[in-house]
C-alpha cells in the first residue's frame, strides 16, 4: 500500500482498510485460485488511490467527500479522540478482516510447487490479499481484541494486529487452502475453524518424520526403478506426487481408527501401480509380471492392461493393529467411470453388515484435475452423495491435480476457478494443499497445529476425521505436478514448454523432505542412503522372483465366474401357490391405516380379480418373483427414476397416505416374518451415474441379492453406454468381475416416437460373444446340459418375453444360475395392460421353468403349416391377431424365442423339425437394421443349412432400415405395421 505521508491513518481505518483491500480483486483467471469475487465489505471503492485519496479529503474538508464516507471517516475520529492514540483497535472490520481471510485466503495460498500458476497469472491478486500485512509497524503492533468467528488467540482474548495478520497468513495463505465457507451448517463451519484455528501443542515427532519420509521413499524408488527396466512402456507414473501414497497412508489409518473395516477404492491410471504395490500391498513380484509380455492368461479371459486392474487386500494397520480391508475396483480408460461404481460397492457392503451410518465401510475415490472438472459423471455421482438409498455415509476425494490435462492447459479445460468447483454444488469441504510441501512449521514462529505438520498428511488426517464425523463427502485437492508427458514416451514439453522447463529443474520431493530432515539432524545421509538402498533391494528381489511367475496372478481373476467348471445345474423356479397367493394378497388389499387414492383402490381391486381367477398381469408377475425371493432370504432391490410407482403406473411398491403427509409403506417389506429385506429407491435423474451404481453393488453377493435397474424408457439407456459397455458386458472377461445385474428396458413400437419406443436390442446382441458361424452339432444339442453350458459361457443374457410367467421366471432364474450373469431384459410397455398378455399361476408353480422358446401350441397338424414365424417381444401379440383376422390359424405357426442371446439352438431345432414343411420368416417391429434381425439371421443359416443339408434363406418381415428408430408420425406408423403384418401373413 502507498504510504499517506501528510497525515498517519487512524488504527480502525487500517484495519477496515485491510479488509477492503482483502476482498478486491481483477478479473484475470489464474489457473490454480479464483481472482474474482464480489466482496461483502460495504468499503468497496475502485482504487488504493480513491480511498486514500478521499480520507486525505475529508481531513481538508470533510464535506468534499460523500455522505457515507464522511460518516465512516467522522465515527473513526471520535472513536480514536475518545480512546487514545494507544488503545487497542476496537472495530467490526476486524471480524470482517478475518472473515475474508477465512472465505477468500486460499487465492494466495502457496500451493504450486512449481510456482508456475503464480507467474502466468495477475500477480496483482496476490499484491491485494497481501496489502493487509505491510502496514505502518505502529499500527500492527497495537492490540486488537479477538471477535467471536474465530479461534485464534481465543484464549487470551487480545493479540498485536501484526501477529493476528500472521497467524491468519499462515492459516489460511500458506500450503493449504481451505474452501469452507460455502457450507450451510454453522456446525460444519465452525468445526473446520477449529481444526485449522486452535492452537494444539504436540509437535511431530522424529518418529512420524522419519515415517514420513519413508513413504516419500518407497513411491520414488519404485517410478525410479520401474523406468530403469521398462523405460519404454507405459505405466502412467506416480512422479510429481508421490505425497500421494502418505496422503493414501493417512487416511487408511484414521479410518481404521474410527472404525472403519473396509476401504473401497477407484481411481484412473495415473499412478495406480505404486498405489496397489504401496498403499494395498500388492506383492511386487506379481505386480512386475505385468510387465512381461509372455505372461499367460487363462484361457477364458481376455486380461487388461496392468494400469487398469483391481485387487483386493486385507492390511494390519501398524498404528492400529486392526486389519482393513482395502478394495481396488478396476477401472477403464474412460475416466471417472468407476466412480459411482464404487459407491453401488460400498454401499452393498453397508447393506449386508447392517452398516446403516457408514461407520464400518467408506469409500475413497482418486481423480484427476481435467477429469473431475470435465466429466458429467463426476456431477451425477456427487448428486447421488445425499439422497436416500445411494448415500454411503461421505466419500473421501482425492484430486490429483497435475495441473495439466494430457496436453490442455486448465484455462482451456474448464471455465471454473478451481478443478474442484463442482464439489461445492453438494456442500463439500476443499483442501487445497501443496503437494511438495514436507514441513511448514518454519516458516511462522508460533504453534498451530497445521503449520508444524507436514501440510498433505494434516489435510488428509483432517478429510477422514470429517468423514467420520459429519458421514459427508470431502475433497483434497493435491496440488502437484506430472514429471512426464501424459505416458512415459510422450514428449510434454511439445504443448507446455514453459511448465517442463520448470519441471526438469524442480527437485523431487523426495529429495527436499530428505535435505530438510538433515538439516534438522533428524535423520543423516547414511540413513537416507539405508533407507533407499532397502527398498531397492526389495524391488530387486520382485524383480527376480517375477521371472518365475508365467501365469496371471489368480488374486487378479480368482472370483471370475467365466473360469469356474462348476457343474451346478439351473435351480428349480417354480413356487408353491400358497407363497404366491400370499404375495397377491398383500398387493391386493389396501392396508389399514392409510388413505389411498381412489385410482390406486381400483388398481388393488383388479389385482384382487385376477387372483381370484387365478391370474397374474405382469405387475403381479414381478411382485411374486421378488417376493418368493425375499421369502427364501434373498435381498432385492430395485433402482431407476419413478420405479416406486413405475414409470407407466402398473408398480406401485410404495403406497402414499392421501392425507398424511410423508406417510408411506413399503408393501413387499410386510408379506412374511424373517424375510430378506426389499429396497425400491426412485433415482436421480441420471442413468450413466446410477446404472453405475448398481452394478457395483451388483458384486457384492450376487448368490444372495437381485440386483435391478430400470429406465424410465428402454431409448434412454445408451445414456449410460460405458457402463454397458466397459463392465457389464466385458467386465467378467477382463477382469472376472462376477454381477447378477438385471436391467429392465421398456421396449416396444406404440407411435411414440424414436425416443420412445426402442431399447436398441441389437447393440446388447451384438455385444454377445458367442460366434454365429459355430453352430453346435448334433451331439451338442442332444446335451441335456446344453443350455446350462451356454449360459455357464456367455457374457450376459438378453431376453424379450412376452408373459408374466416368463418373466417370473427369468428374475427368479438370476439366483438359481449356476454363475451369476448379468441380464438385458426388454420390458413391456402396453402389455402390462394387454388383457392377452397374462399367466395363469399354473404357469409358476414347481415343475415350471423359464422358457426360452414358446411353441403354437394352437396349430393341429404341424406338417400341413406352410410358414413359420418367429419373432420376439411384443409384436406376437399382433401377429396373433392379424393371423385370426385372415384366418390362417392352421397355415402359419408363430413361435417365441424368448430368450435371444445365448442363442437357443437346441429348442429353434425343435421346433424347426415340428414345422419341416413350412419356410421360415423372421418378424419384428424394429427396422430392419435393427432389433434381433442381424443376429438371429446368420445363426438361423447356420442352424438351417445343417438341418436341411442346404442353405435355406430365413425370410423377414418387418419396418425398413431406417436412421432414426422409430417415426415419431401417427398415421406413418400405422402404414408401416401394416406392411409388416401383411408381409408376414403372405403364402
Not at 405 to 418: C, E, I, K, L, M
Not at 459 to 469: C, D, F, I, M, P
Not at 818 to 828: E, G
Amino acid at each position: 500500500m502507498n504510504r499517506i505521508v501528510k497525515k498517519e491513518l487512524p488504527t480502525q481505518l487500517w484495519s477496515a482498510w485491510g479488509a477492503f483491500r482483502l476482498t478486491r480483486s481483477t478479473h484475470a483467471k489464474p489457473s490454480l485460485r479464483p481472482v474474482s469475487d464480489h466482496a461483502r465489505s460495504w468499503l468497496n471503492g475502485d482504487s488504493a488511490a480513491y480511498f486514500e485519496s478521499s480520507y486525505v479529503d475529508f481531513t481538508q474538508n470533510p464535506r468534499s467527500v460523500s455522505a457515507p464516507l464522511r460518516q465512516l471517516f467522522e465515527e473513526i475520529e471520535r472513536e480514536e479522540v475518545a480512546h487514545g492514540a494507544t488503545t487497542s483497535v476496537q472495530s467490526t472490520n476486524v471480524k470482517e478482516l478475518i472473515s475474508q481471510y477465512q472465505a477468500h485466503g486460499h487465492r494466495r495460498a502457496k500451493l504450486d510447487p512449481l510456482g508456475y500458476a503464480q507467474s502466468v497469472s495477475d500477480s496483482s491478486t496476490v499484491k491485494e490479499l497481501e496489502s493487509a500485512t505491510n502496514m505502518d509497524a505502529r499500527i500492527l503492533d497495537k492490540t486488537v481484541h479477538i471477535p467471536n468467528n474465530t479461534y485464534i488467540g481465543a484464549k487470551i482474548g487480545v493479540l498485536t494486529l501484526r501477529e493476528l495478520l500472521l497467524r491468519l497468513d499462515g492459516i489460511y495463505c500458506g500450503p493449504i487452502g481451505t474452501e469452507f465457507t460455502h457450507l450451510t451448517n454453522p456446525e460444519e463451519v465452525d468445526w473446520i475453524k477449529r481444526q485449522l484455528e486452535v492452537e494444539r501443542h504436540a509437535f511431530v515427532d522424529e518418529n512420524r518424520k522419519k515415517w514420513i519420509l519413508q513413504r516419500l521413499a518407497a513411491p520414488s524408488t519404485l517410478e525410479s526403478f520401474l523406468e530403469k527396466k521398462y523405460s519404454s512402456e507405459k505405466r502412467f507414473g506416480l512422479e510429481g506426487c508421490e505425497a500421494l501414497i502418505p496422503c493414501l497412508d493417512v487416511i487408511v489409518e484414521r479410518c481404521s481408527q474410527s472404525g472403519v473395516q473396509t476401504l473401497v477404492m477407484g481411481m484412473p491410471h495415473r499412478g495406480r501401480l505404486n498405489v496397489l504395490a504401496n498403499t494395498l500391498e500388492m506383492p511386487l513380484k506379481e505386480l512386475l509380471a505385468l510387465f512381461d509380455a509372455k505372461l499367460k492368461i487363462p484361457e477364458q479371459l481376455s486380461g487388461d492392461v496392468k494400469y487398469h486392474l483391481g485387487f483386493t487386500n486385507s492390511k494390519l494397520v501398524a498404528n492400529t493393529g486392526k486389519k482393513i480391508e482395502l478394495v481396488m475396483l478396476p477401472n477403464p480408460s474412460h475416466l471417472e467411470t468407476v466412480n459411482s461404481v464404487v459407491l453401488g460397492r460400498t454401499c452393498a457392503e453397508q447393506f449386508h453388515l447392517g452398516d446403516t451410518r457408514g461407520d464400518k465401510v467408506a469409500s475413497i475415490l482418486i481423480h484427476g484435475d481435467a477429469a473431475f472438472a470435465g466429466q458429467g459423471v463426476v456431477s451425477e455421482t456427487l448428486q447421488l452423495s445425499g439422497v436416500s438409498g445411494y448415500s454411503v455415509g461421505g466419500t473421501i476425494h482425492v484430486v490429483v491435480n497435475n495441473q495439466v490435462g494430457f496436453t490442455t492447459n486448465p484455462d482451456t479445460y474448464r471455465s471454473s476457478a478451481y478443478c474442484t468447483d463442482v464439489a461445492r454444488t453438494i456442500n463439500a469441504p476443499v483442501f487445497h494443499v501443496n503437494a511438495d510441501d514436507a514441513e511448514v512449521g518454519h516458516r511462522i514462529q508460533f504453534s498451530i497445529a497445521v503449520m508444524r505438520c507436514q501440510a498433505v498428511t494434516f489435510v488428509s488426517s483432517l478429510a477422514a476425521e470429517w468423514r467420520a464425523k459429519f458421514r459427508k463427502d470431502v475433497v483434497i485437492d493435491l496440488v502437484c505436478y506430472r514429471r512426464r508427458g501424459h505416458n512415459e514416451v510422450d514428449e510434454p514439453s511439445f504443448t507446455q514448454p514453459a511448465m517442463y522447463k520448470l519441471v526438469s529443474k524442480h527437485p523431487r520431493v523426495f529429495k527436499q523432505y530428505a535435505d530438510k530432515l538433515i538439516k534438522e539432524k533428524v535423520v543423516d545421509h547414511n540413513w537416507i542412503a539405508e533407507t533407499q538402498k532397502s527398498y531397492q533391494n526389495s524391488c530387486e528381489k520382485a524383480f527376480a522372483d517375477s521371472e518365475k511367475i508365467t501365469v496371471l496372478p489368480p488374486s487378479l481373476w480368482e472370483n471370475s465366474s467365466a473360469t469356474s467348471e462348476s457343474d451346478r445345474s439351473v435351480a428349480a423356479t417354480g413356487v408353491d401357490e400358497a407363497t404366491l397367493m400370499q404375495i397377491g394378497q398383500a398387493l391386493s388389499v389396501p392396508p389399514d391405516g392409510m388413505a389411498l387414492h381412489r385410482n390406486l383402490k381400483r388398481i388393488l381391486t383388479q389385482r384382487k380379480d385376477m387372483l381370484s381367477k387365478r391370474m397374474a398381469d405382469w405387475a403381479l408377475g414381478e411382485a411374486f418373483a421378488f417376493g418368493s425371493l425375499l421369502k427364501e432370504g434373498v435381498s432385492v432391490r430395485l433402482s431407476g427414476q419413478d420405479v416406486e410407482r413405475g414409470t407407466f403406473s402398473h408398480r406401485h411398491h410404495i403406497l402414499h397416505d392421501q392425507e398424511v403427509k410423508g406417510k408411506r409403506m413399503s408393501v413387499l417389506n410386510r408379506v412374511f416374518e424373517n424375510q430378506a429385506e426389499y429396497t425400491v429407491h426412485n433415482s436421480i435423474l441420471s442413468e450413466y451415474g446410477v446404472l453405475g451404481f448398481e452394478l457395483g453393488y451388483s458384486l457384492r453377493r450376487p448368490r444372495r441379492s437381485l440386483v435391478c435397474w430400470e429406465a424410465q424408457f428402454g431409448d434412454f439407456v445408451n445414456t449410460a453406454q460405458c457402463i454397458v459397455d466397459q463392465y457389464l458386458s466385458s467386465g467378467e472377461k477382463k477382469w472376472g468381475l462376477q454381477t447378477g445385474l438385471v436391467l429392465l428396458l421398456p421396449h416396444g413400437y406404440e407411435g411414440e416416437g424414436p425416443e420412445h419406443s426402442s431399447a436398441r436390442l441389437e447393440r446388447f446382441l451384438q455385444s454377445c460373444d458367442d460366434d454365429e458361424d459355430v453352430c453346435p452339432s448334433a451331439e451338442e444339442l442332444a446335451n441335456p446340459h446344453f443350455a446350462q453350458n451356454q449360459l455357464r459361457q456367455c457374457n450376459w443374457q438378453v431376453l424379450n418375453p412376452t408373459t408374466p410367467a416368463n418373466n417370473f421366471h427369468a428374475l427368479r432364474r438370476q439366483l438359481a444360475l449356476p454363475t451369476p450373469k448379468p441380464l438385458i431384459m426388454m420390458a413391456p410397455k402396453s402389455l402390462l395392460r394387454n388383457a392377452n398378455a397374462r399367466s395363469s399361476i399354473d404357469e409358476m408353480l414347481p415343475g415350471k421353468e423359464f422358457q426360452c422358446v414358446i411353441t403354437d401350441s394352437s396349430v393341429q397338424n404341424p406338417a400341413s403349416v406352410k410358414k413359420l414365424l418367429l419373432c420376439s417381444g411384443k409384436v406376437y401379440y399382433d401377429l396373433v391377431k392379424r393371423r385370426q383376422e385372415d384366418g390362417l390359424q392352421q397355415q402359419i405357426a408363430i413361435v417365441r424365442v424368448e430368450q435371444l442371446a445365448p442363442f437357443p439352438y437346441d429348442r429353434i431345432r425343435t421346433e424347426r423339425e415340428k414345422f419341416r414343411n413350412a419356410t421360415v420368416t423372421w418378424v419384428q417391429e424394429e427396422h430392419k437394421n435393427m432389433g434381433a434381425y442381424s443376429y438371429v439371421k446368420p445363426r438361423m443359416h447356420a442352424l438351417m443349412a445343417r438341418m436341411d443339408n442346404g442353405c435355406p434363406q430365413l425370410g423377414y418381415a418387418g419396418r425398413a432400415a431406417s436412421a432414426a428408430t422409430a417415426t415419431g408420425n401417427k398415421n406413418a406408423h400405422s402404414i408401416q405395421k401394416e406392411q409388416f403384418l401383411r408381409e408376414a401373413m403372405s403364402l
